[in-house]
């Protein structure tokens, strides 16, 4: 998935405003986030974008810190303030890549991963930026704790098909695969802006 969004005179001074939410150097937290936080829990979600999906996990879950990390400021720009009017306590966000992930977190820091609908570079060169290929994967198994959990959701199917490939490859454990996420009316979960836009059009959801 792609946001189109348009750079914005203002953005960066804006994102940078919330210092409350937003955590501008965190190389420094390394492997002292839970004393940071104050939480034994931690969530992380790569690609948080417009935020609703990590604004509703921390509004839901008020026991585990959530983080959401995003490179886009003029996105993130709209989970912040989306956080900010909600006045939740357990979320902040790192405007930042996601390739120095294992510069931020420590062995064994992270609880859970989210993933969801990822950007799929369809281009076989591009494929090392995808954030299921193994070079990814290894850095999250690094920072996940032992039974720690990747939730990946996507529309694409030739990603779908990448990702099982790469997560098998990598030794980890694959376990509640869906086709069609919603065919089973009793699952609930929580979705992102991109799921609700497209929802009701009967779009297949592979996780």
């Not at 953005?11 to 939410?21: Q, V």
């Not at 997560?167 to 802006?193: G, Q, V, W």
């Amino acid at each position: 998935m792609k946001y189109e969004t348009k750079k914005k005179p203002g953005s960066k001074e804006k994102l940078l405003g919330y210092k409350e939410l937003v955590i501008t150097n965190p190389q420094e937290n390394k492997g002292k986030w839970k004393e940071y936080l104050g939480t034994e829990k931690i969530h992380i979600e790569l690609g948080t974008g417009r935020g609703k999906f990590i604004n509703s996990l921390a509004e839901q879950n008020g026991e585990i810190f959530h983080i959401g990390i995003e490179i886009k400021e003029e996105v993130l720009l709209n989970a912040v303030e989306k956080a900010h009017n909600n006045s939740l306590k357990n979320l902040k966000f790192m405007w930042t890549d996601i390739n120095n992930i294992d510069e931020i977190f420590d062995t064994n820091e992270i609880d859970r991963i989210y993933i969801n609908f990822c950007d799929p570079w369809p281009k076989t060169r591009h494929s090392r930026r995808r954030l299921t290929h193994r070079s990814f994967l290894e850095k999250y198994k690094e920072i996940l704790k032992s039974d720690g959990e990747i939730h990946f959701k996507t529309d694409n199917e030739e990603l779908f098909e990448f990702s099982l490939n790469e997560i098998s490859d990598s030794n980890l454990k694959l376990k509640d695969i869906y086709l069609d996420l919603y065919r089973d009316k009793e699952i609930e979960t929580t979705k992102t802006e991109y799921e609700e836009k497209f929802i009701d059009l009967g779009k297949k959801y592979l996780v």
